[in-house]
């Protein structure tokens, strides 16, 4: 049986405050909700035959229409049984091809009482029940070992999404300087996360304070970096759809500037924290420790857990970029080539001036956590 350690008041008066502004944030209107046709709605449907008779194979390229017969799985025309739609580009990164069996996000058309079903379009594969189930299996195993901590940092994590989703991206679509957006949200989820997890104490004040000097410092790298590389941010995946649905006022280079920070901050968070929360102990096992003795004893910890995580960034980029790498490898392009393409370019930048970001962090951890626990005690 699971014992949870009974909260503090600060924690509680953290948590329904962070509930509160969570609501609040998600009930506002962002600007860009969704002008959805009052004759339409979307459902769950199961595929029972498919017609694929209207479909070209160019080789591994499918184009053309799959018929499909379809159950509706719920809503008002729970049961029904209709025939849908599957449009193929003969783009497999868009495509998708459905067998019987399937479960189907569908979008019904209705007429104009909203009585009958006028036509239907499978819009892809129904995922949200597996992606709800992994979530709380998540959630779950988190709870299960971190206790009390675990489910503030479930909150966190909820609200990080929040604020990303109803905030930085609207922000951003509305044309706010991305990278003063990026860094004020960044800051506002730096602060919730390490508070509502460390503690609204010495601990949490260190590690806001060093997580915060490495994001800077990673700000200014990519922006005095970014202007040298000569690299536009439309290199980023669907960066210049934006640019043709009517955004053309967006400045996508400065965005990609500020993916560039938002990206290692969680990296950086965790090791402010590690640093932090390591002078914690040592300073309460022993607090006549000196300044200078607390600060070595940082640095100490940092040199340990850097020299991984700035291995996690490489791997965690060079992993979203495997295919294309594997394209050049197996063109026999020149290194010297690939490492002058733009678009591999810009993910070099991206991973050394976060990995810079990384470094820095922990010596900045470091000295501020040896003021931090030792101002008040300094003369004794």
């Not at 506002?28 to 008779?53: H, I």
């Not at 509305?174 to 609204?200: D, E, N």
């Not at 810009?346 to 470094?359: Q, Y």
């Amino acid at each position: 049986m699971l014992k949870f350690k009974l909260p503090q008041k600060s924690d509680l008066i953290l948590i329904v405050l962070l509930i509160v502004l969570s609501t609040i944030i998600v009930l506002l209107p962002n600007g860009f909700e969704t002008q959805a046709d009052n004759n339409t709605t979307r459902v769950r449907a199961l595929v029972l035959e498919t017609d694929n008779s209207l479909i070209i194979e160019t080789g591994i390229i499918k184009t053309g229409t799959q018929a499909l017969k379809i159950r509706i799985l719920n809503g008002k025309f729970k049961g029904a049984e209709l025939t849908a739609f599957n449009q193929l580009v003969g783009r497999m990164e868009f495509d998708k091809f459905f067998l019987p069996k399937d479960k189907t996000l569908t979008v019904l058309n209705l007429n104009e009482d909203n009585s009958k079903i006028i036509n239907a379009t499978v819009v892809d594969h129904y995922r949200i029940r597996l992606e709800a189930f992994l979530l709380a299996l998540f959630v779950i195993i988190l709870v299960a070992f971190a206790g009390w901590t675990g489910i503030k940092a479930m909150l966190s994590f909820m609200f990080a999404g929040i604020a990303i989703w109803k905030l930085l991206l609207p922000g951003l679509l509305k044309g706010y300087a991305p990278i003063p957006l990026s860094l004020a949200i960044v800051a506002l989820l730096t602060s919730v996360i390490i508070f509502l997890v460390a503690g609204t104490n010495k601990k949490g004040l260190s590690a806001f304070l060093g997580a915060m000097s490495g994001v800077a410092v990673t700000c200014i790298m990519a922006i005095l970096f970014g202007t040298l590389f000569n690299i536009h941010g439309a290199i980023k995946p669907f960066s210049e759809t934006l640019l043709y649905s009517g955004y053309n006022y967006l400045n996508l280079t400065e965005i990609f500037l500020a993916g560039i920070f938002i990206s290692s901050s969680g990296a950086v968070m965790d090791i402010a924290m590690d640093i932090s929360a390591s002078q914690a102990e040592v300073y309460q096992a022993n607090k006549g420790i000196s300044r200078k003795e607390l600060r070595r004893s940082g640095f100490e910890v940092g040199k340990a857990v850097v020299g991984t995580m700035t291995t996690t960034l490489l791997l965690a980029y060079s992993g979203g970029f495997s295919a294309l790498l594997m394209v050049f490898i197996a063109q026999g392009t020149p290194m010297i080539n690939i490492l002058n393409l733009n678009y591999v370019s810009g993910e070099i930048l991206h991973t050394l001036v976060g990995s810079f970001g990384l470094v820095l962090v922990a010596p900045f951890t470091a000295i501020i956590g040896s003021w931090v626990f030792t101002r008040r005690t300094k003369n004794h």
